[in-house]
Each structure stands twice: as structure tokens, then as C-alpha cells.
């Protein structure tokens, strides 16, 4: 993928618009890509927005990625939101990796890695 230059000019009411595909301004552009930022209450029943993403939606946001064919994905999340659960006594962290939370981010994870993102 290229990033081009390109003009616009507005000559008598009517607008021109050149690109200049003989100057290159950046080859190093990765591609069209994604935000995905956690709402971690809405992926689960006990969350406190209920459990918003259901297969549907799912199905959805998975079909628009398959149009967008998104070469980067950027995931925005914390760890107490999804898998930290707390402290011991040693304070040693008590995580959980299978929780619903992380169920939700897997999917992405898992849609990413088989479509090469």
C-alpha cells in the first residue's frame, strides 16, 4: 500500500482534485486498521451492563472486519478489567484467564490470527 499526494483546487465554482501518483510520500504504510477498546461490563451476564455482545453482534462485527480486511488491530484494555482478579497475601496477583471477560477478548485474538491481522 501507498500513501500518495494529492491537490485540490477550486477554479470558477468547479473543484479539481489531482493525485499525484508519481511522488510517493511513505511505502511503509502498514494498512487499514482497528481500534478495539474494552467494555469489559457488557461481556458477561454478571457484568454490570449485562452481556451486550451476543453471537449476533458478534457475527456482525466479524463480517464488517472481513470487508474492512484490516491489516492491524490495536487493543486497548487493562488488566483488572479482564483477568486480574486481585492480591494475595503475598501479593502475588490472582489472575484468571478463563474468565468471561477473556472469552470476549480471545474471539478478537482468535479472529486476528486466522485472518493473518
Known amino acids: 500500500m501507498l500513501l500518495l499526494p494529492c491537490s485540490a483546487q477550486k477554479n470558477n465554482g468547479?473543484?479539481?482534485?489531482?493525485?499525484?501518483?508519481?511522488?510517493v510520500i511513505s511505502e511503509a504504510i502498514i494498512g487499514n486498521g482497528v481500534e478495539w477498546s474494552a467494555y469489559p461490563h457488557?461481556?458477561?451476564?454478571?457484568?454490570?451492563?449485562?452481556?451486550?455482545?451476543?453471537?449476533?453482534?458478534?457475527?456482525?462485527v466479524f463480517k464488517r472486519l472481513d470487508f474492512m480486511k484490516p491489516q492491524i488491530v490495536r487493543v486497548l484494555d487493562q488488566a483488572?478489567?479482564?483477568?486480574?482478579?486481585?492480591?494475595?497475601?503475598a501479593n502475588d496477583p490472582i489472575v484468571d484467564f478463563e474468565?468471561?471477560?477473556m472469552q470476549a477478548l480471545y474471539k478478537l485474538l482468535d479472529y486476528c490470527e486466522e485472518n493473518n491481522v
Open 14 to 23: 468547479i473543484s479539481t482534485l489531482t493525485l499525484r501518483e508519481d511522488i
Open 42 to 60: 457488557g461481556d458477561a451476564e454478571s457484568a454490570e451492563w449485562g452481556l451486550l455482545m451476543t453471537d449476533e453482534k458478534w457475527e456482525r
Open 80 to 89: 483488572n478489567w479482564r483477568y486480574l482478579k486481585g492480591f494475595d497475601t
Open 99 to 101: 474468565s468471561k471477560e
